[in-house]
């Protein structure tokens, strides 16, 4: 399996994390500091946002609200 590496937004850490080549945002904790973030896979860079600070379609939680409001129309 691949692996990605992309930067703690709390501490500057590199973390390194298997990666199911899927570009779904999803959560990781930090190695070096424990905090909690989202981490967003892009084909040329990883993208980090600190939890509510992501957009809604970077966020997992909100975009599992966001799909389950679109299933409903
Ligand atoms: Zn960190």
Redesign the pocket.
């Known amino acids: 399996m691949a692996q990605i590496t992309f930067v703690?937004p709390?501490?500057?850490?590199y973390n390194t994390r298997s990666h199911d080549g899927l570009y779904a945002p999803r959560y990781a904790v930090?190695d070096?500091?424990g905090?909690r973030f989202i981490y967003e896979p892009g084909l040329e860079r990883v993208n980090t946002f600190k939890p509510g600070e992501a957009p809604c379609c970077s966020d997992p939680d909100c975009r599992e609200l966001e799909m389950m409001a679109h299933c409903e129309q």
């Open positions: 703690c709390f501490c500057g850490h930090c070096a500091c905090e």
